[in-house]
């Protein structure tokens, strides 16, 4: 080899299997001689790829960042670098030999602190009584005790977030966004074990973010023992297939996201089969690249859900199954209406409370009406709408007032078109009602973005809503300087604490107000 490296001045590399054969040999350095990723073994975390890698180098030094990048990349068992000396070769029957100088060996370490391990430069001779079959044995069994470990901590996946931050994006909204993300996926019930990000002008049409960044990616998850990337923006199915192909991992994006989500907290009939049509709407686009029988079953994020096993039937049954539950949702939305004429007929006023998810919309529909909604502190803990009547006096006319309250399903940033064509029987709860509860969670650190956010999908109903009165939520935890300037802002607003019961009495009456107004319009 290093005969071969000085005659034609460049670097070889030769990838030899665990039986001592050579099943590769490429001129370049290590980075550009790596084997693809769609020809390596993929074992895990818990396993090498039973390769090593012998390269020439025609400087003395040590090998680079990018060398060991690639051999990480690859999971090689080992990668031996031999330094030639500076074009030096003596003349042997008119042939070339050149020199090695000295050699490094460099393997993986188990420990995400320290990715791998490069020896001082050594003499062949240490090098060729070098035990590589030891050197794998107890490298494996380390970072099988290291998976093991891992998988006893937690039964979660592992999650690596990816986000891209374009030349439109601003970088406090784009912070939020991939903060909102974290708490999506540990909602689905992830662990978050790394963030990584990348500043492009325009995302990548292959792969969102550039090659290097992909094999970063890669390297990272490896490190950390993820087993699934969550990127923070819708992907295309061509994207999908790529990063798949190329990370060795299952790659989703944030709809995927939300709808395992929505998935996990269907609970109605009506719930359950919304879900089912988003998710189906979603993935016949993303059927091709599957397997052959498009079969993408698991217990992780993204493979679950009432509408999973109707991937396993063909693009066409797919197809009449959605016209089937488009049916029966106009069927859902025929019922619902007439539910609503019943109670215009028996002139009962309605409002209905729509906000970000994780506002407090539960939480306050529980402290008006003395209800047992489930709420919890966790993005869209609610997700079937709830109706509840609720009577007070009214302090104008002093005469009791009975209006129905309908908790609706939370809002969020960029709600996935699939979920706004699913959910149209639940969302017109909202363009029917006399009038809006819009609450915000004044805690938050994005709430201004939150408040445009619901603003935008409201702006997109078919039907424009009635009047809107906005409530602050959560002013116990929000500081003095956000509730002035929430005051300032918006000085027509409501401040109230739903889980402490603070401002309830003002609330309403202000919904009083709210619904002689909207009665009178």
């Not at 068992?77 to 070769?89: C, E, I, M, Q, W």
């Not at 050594?122 to 490298?139: A, H, K, N, P, Y």
């Not at 970072?143 to 374009?166: I, K, P, W, Y």
């Not at 007032?401 to 699913?422: K, N, R």
Request: glycine content about 6%.
């Amino acid at each position: 080899m290093a005969a071969v490296s000085t005659e034609i001045n460049q670097p070889v590399c030769a990838y030899v299997n665990r039986r001592g054969q050579v099943i590769r040999v490429g001129v370049g350095t290590v980075r550009q001689t790596q084997i693809p990723p769609l020809e390596l073994p993929r074992y895990g975390a818990e396993r090498l790829s039973g390769i090593r890698c012998i390269s020439t180098q025609l400087k003395p030094i040590t090998p680079s960042e990018a060398t060991l990048t690639a051999m990480a990349f690859q999971r090689l068992d080992a990668l031996v670098v031999l330094s030639l000396t500076g074009g030096g070769f003596e003349r042997r029957g008119g042939g070339a030999t050149g020199y090695v100088k000295e050699a490094y060996l460099a393997h993986l370490m188990p420990h995400p602190e320290a990715r791998w391990t490069v020896s001082p430069p050594i003499g062949l001779d240490l090098l060729v009584d070098q035990d590589f079959g030891e050197l794998t044995t107890s490298l494996e069994e380390e970072f099988r005790r290291e998976a093991t470990a891992r998988q006893v901590d937690s039964d979660q996946d592992r999650v690596l977030l990816v986000g891209l931050m374009t030349r439109e994006r601003v970088s406090q909204s784009f912070s939020d966004t991939l903060t909102e993300l974290a708490q999506l996926v540990e909602t689905a019930g992830g662990q978050v074990v790394e963030t990584m990000q990348q500043r492009r002008a325009t995302p990548h049409p292959q792969t969102v973010v550039g090659d290097g960044k992909v094999q970063e990616i890669a390297l990272t998850a490896q490190t950390l023992g993820a087993n699934l990337v969550v990127f923070d923006r819708s992907l295309s199915p061509t994207q999908v297939r790529n990063l798949e192909a190329q990370i060795g991992l299952r790659v989703v994006d944030r709809t995927e996201v939300i709808l395992d989500i929505f998935a996990q907290r269907a609970q109605s009939k009506a719930g359950k089969l919304q879900v089912e049509l988003a998710q189906l709407a979603y993935m016949l686009p993303r059927l091709s690249g599957r397997g052959r029988a498009m079969s993408r079953l698991g217990g992780g994020i993204g493979t679950r859900g009432p509408g999973e096993t109707k991937l396993e039937t063909e693009r066409r049954a797919i197809q009449r199954r959605i016209s089937r539950l488009q049916q029966e949702v106009t069927q859902l939305q025929a019922h619902r209406s007439r539910l609503r004429q019943q109670r215009q007929h028996q002139e009962v006023p309605s409002i209905a409370i729509v906000g970000y998810t994780n506002a407090g919309k539960s939480t306050l529909l529980n402290a008006l009406t003395n209800s047992e909604v489930y709420a919890a502190d966790q993005l869209f803990a609610t997700l079937d709408p709830t109706t509840r009547r609720l009577v007070f006096t009214d302090s104008v006319t002093q005469e009791p007032l009975s209006l129905v309250l309908t908790d609706t399903v939370g809002f969020i940033h960029e709600l996935p078109p699939t979920l706004m064509d699913a959910f149209r029987a639940t969302l017109e709860e909202v363009t029917e009602a006399d009038a809006l509860l819009h609450v915000v969670d004044l805690s938050h650190p994005a709430w201004q973005t939150q408040i445009r956010a619901v603003m935008n999908i409201l702006r997109q109903m078919p039907v424009a809503p009635g009047p809107i009165l906005l409530v602050f939520n959560k002013i116990e935890a929000a500081d003095g300087e956000r509730l002035q300037l929430a005051q300032e802002e918006f000085p027509q607003a409501t401040f109230i604490s739903a889980a402490n019961r603070l401002g309830l009495e003002t609330l309403r009456q202000r919904m009083a107000q709210l619904v002689r107004y909207a009665v009178v319009e």
